[in-house]
């Protein structure tokens, strides 16, 4: 079926032959060989076969609690902004003999006295997902003995204890990214999805109990509850259910799209900014990949960056993901891959006729700007100590 095609062919060996011995009928090898095939005249030519890669190396500088946070802290800081307007308070440790163990105990001890808030969530720092490994806790000696449990690099961060709600249940925004790279000029740019979701919990919130199924969206998580999909399909809801709720509830007006989600596309964008020039640093050819961002919204309508996600999860779970979802591969795949083997790429390189809307490029925007203009200026003076993320936290 394969013949005259160039390449390596696979060949099976069989380790016996007829004229060794009986015994070796028990254990007899099979081996796989690589043979090169002869390449025909006519194909000698040709230049050797493109391929892409749908991840970028350095990822971990954006989709691994530590990458993320370390990234966003000097980046913002660079721009005497205060990090923690962008993603909540957070503090990584290796045990609690950790220096900035002790800086937590004092957040913790200013966030009690002067807020009346005591809630903190520990999470694993570095690669995990599905909501491994989260707990939520309401005292230090709770905290300490979590980060002192297991040898590994933790994040302790200040649990958003005001969120938004829709019918007194907890959510998120799930909003996907897209990041190629160009193989001509190696400048990067980075998309995001116009359409996005929210994932809901199942149960009322409150915070007389820690129950993961009252705080914790991720999907892997409230799938396994009774009630999950009993409110909405799959626990999800697009961006148009949740402004008919927003109208219906609240009697602030709040537009999704043009408050909440121009919002989202500053943090993405700034995350962005922040591990760009960090990925793909043996300049692989062909690079691209879709990122999953989850965002929380407080009761000030707010957003903050909770994460990002390598291997967002694609499954089609309710009929408003079985639209969205395949969508938005197939105009990503059409930015990239279709670029990459053939110039077929509907909507065109900047993603001009698609829901993809082009946030950063590296070849045309000089860097240092501050997408999130909301998050908070630095005290003139100030060096990004502590104390100065609590003073500003108190405002």
Not at 70 to 83: I, K, N, Q, Y
Not at 182 to 198: E, N, Q, S, V
Not at 249 to 262: F, G, K, N, P
Request: glycine share 6%; with cysteine; net charge neutral.
């Amino acid at each position: 079926m394969l013949s005259g095609q160039k390449g390596l062919a696979v060949t099976l060996k069989l380790g016996l032959s007829r004229e060794e011995p009986p015994y070796l009928e028990k254990n007899e090898e099979r081996t796989l060989k690589l043979k090169a095939c002869p390449v025909p005249k006519a194909l000698r030519a040709e230049p050797p076969p493109r391929r892409c890669h749908n991840h970028f190396e350095g990822g971990g500088f954006l989709c691994t609690k530590r990458g993320l946070c370390e990234s966003l802290v000097a980046h913002f800081l660079h721009f005497g902004r205060d990090p923690f307007g962008a993603v909540p308070l957070t503090f990584l440790v290796h045990g609690s003999s950790d220096p900035q163990f002790a800086m937590f105990e004092e957040a913790y001890r200013y966030f009690s006295d002067e807020a009346k808030q005591r809630i903190w969530i520990v999470k694993p720092a570095e690669w995990a997902n599905r909501g491994c490994g989260i707990r939520i806790f309401r005292t230090i000696e709770e905290v300490r003995a979590r980060v002192d449990a297991k040898e590994r690099a933790w994040a302790i961060q200040k649990y958003i204890e005001k969120p938004l709600l829709v019918h007194g249940r907890k959510f998120d925004i799930r909003a996907y990214c897209l990041l190629l790279q160009d193989p001509a000029t190696m400048a990067f740019k980075a998309f995001c999805y116009r359409d996005a979701y929210l994932r809901t919990t199942s149960a009322q919130y409150t915070t007389k109990t820690f129950d993961r199924m009252v705080h914790l969206n991720n999907d892997a998580v409230q799938k396994k509850g009774d009630d999950y999909g009993k409110f909405e399909p799959a626990n999800k809801m697009s961006l148009e259910e949740f402004q008919k709720y927003l109208d219906e509830h609240h009697v602030r007006s709040v537009s999704v799209r043009e408050d909440l989600m121009v919002q989202v596309q500053g943090l993405m964008t700034d995350a962005m900014r922040a591990t760009v020039a960090k990925m793909n640093p043996r300049q692989i050819v062909n690079c691209f990949e879709v990122f999953g961002f989850d965002f929380m919204v407080d009761v000030d309508f707010r957003t903050w960056l909770i994460e990002c996600n390598a291997n967002p999860c694609l499954d089609l779970c309710s009929a408003y993901l079985s639209h969205l979802i395949p969508s938005m591969l197939d105009s990503a795949l059409q930015l990239t891959v279709d670029q990459i083997f053939a110039d077929i790429g509907a909507g065109g390189k900047d993603g001009a006729g698609s829901k993809w809307d082009l946030l950063l490029d590296t070849a045309q925007e000089a860097p240092g700007a501050v997408s999130s203009a909301w998050v908070e200026e630095l005290p003139a003076g100030a060096d990004g100590s502590l104390a100065c993320f609590l003073l500003l936290a108190a405002v």
